[in-house]
C-alpha cells in the first residue's frame, strides 16, 4: 500500500456518513456501508474490495430520498483486511465518475446535501474553509 494517508488521497472535503451501498461482482450482488463522502467519491467499508482501477456501478441508498442514487466509479485504493487499523477499516476509495456535466452537477449537489445534513451547516463551511486554505495536491 502507498505511504499516503487518507487526507493525502482527497482533493475534496469529506463528511462522516453511513449509507447502505450495493453493487454487484460478476454475479454476485454486495450490499457494504460507506464510511463518508464528498464531491469526488466515497469509502466503502469491505473485507472484499474490488481491484485498484475497476470501473462499476453502485448504488446509495440515502434514507431521505425515495430512490437510491446511481453513481459509476473506479477504484482508486484499497486498504486490506490485513493492512486495515480501527483508523483505516479494510475498503475501498472510489472516486466518482461523470458521463457528463449535467450529471456532474447532479450528483455533486445531491451530495453536498448529504455533507450538509450530516455535519450541519456551519461545520461544512468551516471545512470547506480549511480545505481551500490548504495548499494544492
Do not use: C
Not at 89 to 113: A, H
Amino acid at each position: 500500500m502507498e505511504d499516503l494517508t487518507q487526507d493525502d488521497r482527497r482533493n475534496h472535503p469529506r463528511a462522516p456518513i453511513e449509507l447502505k451501498v450495493e453493487y454487484r461482482r460478476l454475479n454476485t450482488f454486495f450490499a457494504d456501508y460507506t464510511r463518508n463522502i464528498s464531491r469526488g467519491g466515497t469509502f466503502i467499508k469491505t473485507e472484499n474490495p474490488l481491484t485498484i482501477g475497476t470501473e462499476f456501478i453502485f448504488k446509495l441508498k440515502v434514507p431521505s430520498l425515495k430512490e437510491p442514487i446511481t453513481l459509476n466509479g473506479k477504484v482508486k485504493w484499497v486498504v486490506n483486511t490485513k493492512d486495515a487499523t480501527e483508523d483505516s477499516p479494510p475498503g475501498m476509495g472510489i472516486k466518482f465518475i461523470y458521463q457528463n456535466q449535467d450529471e456532474r452537477n447532479l450528483i455533486e449537489s445531491k451530495v453536498e446535501r448529504l455533507m450538509i445534513d450530516s455535519l450541519g451547516e456551519h461545520l461544512y463551511q468551516k471545512l470547506l474553509k480549511k480545505r481551500s486554505s490548504s495548499p494544492p495536491e
